[in-house]
């Protein structure tokens, strides 16, 4: 019989041994063809299936809402000021990507995690926000902004909102989250959930209405699938951070010391 020699690697997404590459199992001039999105292709080559219509365009929708928030945030400052010391594309974008984590835009992970556990174990939103700060003692993730608020509502928030409430089967965590909300920001108006958060509980609902189920969806957000949108779409921002360093021939980044508190002491003896 035959003798199937052990291989090093195994793939089950891609396949380039034939006339032309195929994306699990669908040739890429069907995808062109089709008109897959750009979400259509993630599904294939992130999650091995081809998404309904209404889960295609609210991904596309995420990787567009999240695709840049400004100047300001950690991830473009970082990609600017290396892009001004000279560095490559891709070191530029890449020390963008390494902010992206608990408190900046890595917080999808988390939110569905926590969220989705307090649930399943029924707490309610009160006890779930003790829980957290008493039990986790961690800031909740998906819920807090440095400038949105109450008053000041992030729109991309509202229409991923929108969007799931008008295309979603079932919008379960999203409800459980915006409960979550009421509790958080009568304590402080910043306290809302955030884009991360939206993100990740409409990542919940969304794979659970794709019939995937609790087991599976953990296993999905243990390996940093959630987050991985984020860090696809924010990339697309922090490369027009790059080129708009290039583009503006900018010199050397100096952070000013007077926006240093400089509290240096010498050690007794030395
Ligand atoms: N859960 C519970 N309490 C919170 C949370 C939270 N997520 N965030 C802030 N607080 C509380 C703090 O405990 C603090 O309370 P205190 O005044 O009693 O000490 C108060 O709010 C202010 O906290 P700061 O950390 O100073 O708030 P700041 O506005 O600087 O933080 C941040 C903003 C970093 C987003 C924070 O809310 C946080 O860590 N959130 C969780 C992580 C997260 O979701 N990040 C994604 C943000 S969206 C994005 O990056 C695309
Ligand atoms: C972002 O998308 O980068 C933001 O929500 C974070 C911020 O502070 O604006």
């Known amino acids: 019989g035959k003798v199937r020699r052990p291989t090093n690697f195994i793939c089950t997404i891609s396949d380039d041994r034939g006339e032309e590459a195929t994306y699990c199992g669908v040739p890429i001039s ?4 089709k008109g897959y999105t750009i979400a259509d292709v993630i599904g294939l080559l992130w999650f091995k299936q081809k998404f309904p219509q209404w889960a295609s365009q609210f991904l596309d929708m995420v990787i567009k809402v999240v695709a840049d928030h400004g100047p300001a945030v950690s991830g473009a400052h970082n990609t600017k000021v290396t892009a001004r010391a000279g560095k490559d594309l891709m070191s530029s974008i890449v020390t963008g990507i390494l902010t992206i984590g608990p408190r900046f835009g ?3 992970d988390g939110a569905a995690k926590y969220f989705k556990m307090a649930k399943e174990k029924g707490m309610d939103p009160v006890e779930f926000v003790d829980y957290m700060k008493k039990v986790e003692k961690i800031p909740i993730p998906g819920i807090g902004h440095r400038i949105k608020s ?7 928030v509202e229409l991923l909102k929108n969007f799931a409430k008008e295309n979603f089967p079932s919008t379960e965590l999203l409800d459980y989250a ?4 009421k509790v958080t920001t009568s304590k402080k108006e910043n306290l809302i959930l955030n884009v991360d958060g939206t993100i990740g509980v409409l990542l919940v609902d969304m794979f659970r209405a794709l019939g ?4 599976q969806i953990d296993e999905l957000i243990n390996a940093g699938a959630f987050n991985a949108f984020f860090v696809l779409g924010r990339t697309i921002g922090f490369i027009g951070h790059y080129l708009d360093e290039k583009r503006l021939d900018m010199p050397l980044y100096r952070h000013p010391t007077d926006d240093i508190l400089y509290d240096v002491k010498r050690p007794e003896g030395a």
């Open 30 to 33: 069907e995808v062109v063809e």
């Open 106 to 108: 890595g917080a999808i």
């Open 150 to 156: 109450t008053k000041n509502p992030d729109k991309r």
């Open 178 to 181: 915006l409960e979550v909300e």
């Open 212 to 215: 995937y189920s609790d087991e």
